[in-house]
């Protein structure tokens, strides 16, 4: 049976995991794990629970406007799920964002 998903190795930790895995390795806050998780909790939700790998710079940048426009959140909050998504495309998934990535610290 051939399928366009690709199913996951057993041995693989779920997304989430791995984001929290990675962030415990960079030794950051407690914190700012549950803010990450939930931010891109609330992205995969947004796109009807399709894996991020799928999604791309287009949906990261649509998330972001859906934030500001229909959300109505401060620039603050919005900085801190676009922090997020950077740091699962960059160190979790191992892509670039270029775009998004001008003016992160």
Do not use: C
Request: net charge positive; glycine share 4%; proline share 4%.
């Amino acid at each position: 049976m051939n399928t366009s998903k690709t199913e996951p190795n057993a041995n693989t930790p779920k997304l989430l995991d791995q984001v929290r895995g990675k962030i415990r390795l960079k030794h950051y806050s407690i914190r700012t794990e549950q803010a990450y998780t939930d931010w891109i909790k609330r992205y995969i939700l947004h796109f009807d629970k399709q894996h991020p790998k799928d999604l791309g710079a287009v949906q990261v940048e649509q998330f972001l406007t859906y934030l500001a426009v229909q959300g109505n959140v401060a620039a603050s909050t919005q900085n801190q799920a676009k922090s997020a998504l950077l740091f699962l495309y960059k160190e979790v998934l191992g892509t670039a964002l270029p775009w998004l990535d001008e003016g992160a610290s």
